[in-house]
């Protein structure tokens, strides 16, 4: 089975200290730890707005990617990146926090919709849908109305555990995407989430 030739892994979040532990920076949290592994070195561009690594996973080379404007401009340095390295949509995946999946849950899926994700909608609108998306929940407040501030919040001690959990299991199958292919990476991830029996991608 052939393995997803990805070149590009984009990590979602927000700038700035007051936002670095809180539930819209998940994205970012699991490229910073796939860096620590792989020996990434960041490298910033002020002017694209960009935090860029070159790493190795499983021998293959690729591009980590943190947007370092705010979650509603992700879009502008993700195309630039892309557009850059001649890299199409569906060779990136995106990671990002997802409120419509319990903490300790971790989906792959490709394309769609942004399902009210501001990051998602912005990088929708510069370089289309095809992309691939690793959702990481975060867990929904229970309203709507309270979704802006739940996930500019930080999760609880038991909440923080399962979504490092849910991101351990995630880094754990990346090999196995690159190598073998999605729909094998997706049956390893989706059958091992905590208190989700799907296995199917959404």
Do not use: C
């Not at 992700?74 to 949509?89: C, E, L, M, T």
């Not at 975060?138 to 001690?157: C, F, T």
Request: aromatic share 4%.
């Amino acid at each position: 089975m052939a393995g997803l030739p990805l070149k590009l892994i984009v990590g979602l979040g927000n700038p700035g200290g007051d936002y670095a532990r809180t539930r819209h920076n998940a994205g970012w949290w699991l490229v910073d730890e796939l860096a620590a592994r792989t020996h990434g070195s960041w490298r910033h561009d002020a002017k694209q707005h960009t935090d860029l690594a070159r790493v190795s996973i499983g021998g293959t080379e690729l591009w980590l990617l943190k947007p370092t404007a705010f979650m509603n401009r992700s879009g502008v340095p993700v195309a630039a990146v892309a557009n850059f390295y001649r890299i199409a949509p569906a060779d990136i995946l995106v990671v990002h926090d997802d409120i419509d999946l319990p903490p300790g849950v971790a989906r792959l899926k490709q394309g769609g919709g942004h399902g009210g994700h501001n990051g998602l909608r912005d990088v929708i609108a510069h370089i289309g849908a095809e992309f691939w998306r690793l959702r990481l929940g975060v867990g929904h407040p229970g309203s709507k109305d309270l979704v802006l501030d739940a996930v500019l919040e930080r999760p609880s001690e038991a909440e923080q555990q399962a979504i490092d959990a849910a991101m351990a299991r995630a880094l754990e199958i990346m090999p196995e995407l690159l190598s073998a292919g999605a729909q094998k990476a997706m049956l390893s991830l989706h059958s091992r989430n905590a208190d989700d029996p799907g296995t199917e991608g959404e």
